[in-house]
């Protein structure tokens, strides 16, 4: 898994977090996730628009995958930070 964020952000051209968090880390995966995310939606609107421009390279299955792809890697990343509120809030509320 480490290899895969590892070659997820250089392929980004992103660099790996410096000082107390490893490269591979808790905060490096998540970052490397929301990256991901971020080029799924990114990619889906250069092809909407590419589509919408008339590209005939770019067929409508193809386009409505990719924004599909988006969509559920959005909503993925929404729930897992829903969850990660919710541990914190579990966390900071319990007694000692």
Known sequence: MRQLATQAAAGTGATNPTGPVAAGGFAGELRASIERINDLQ???????????????????????????????????????????????????????
Do not use: C, H
């Open 42 to 96: 990114m990619n889906s609107k250069e092809k909407g628009m590419a589509f919408q421009a008339g590209d005939p390279e770019i067929t409508l299955n193809e386009l409505m995958i990719d924004k599909q792809k988006a969509s559920v890697a959005f909503q993925f990343g929404l729930q897992v930070r829903n969850r990660l509120v919710t541990a914190y809030r579990d966390v900071m509320n319990m007694q000692v």
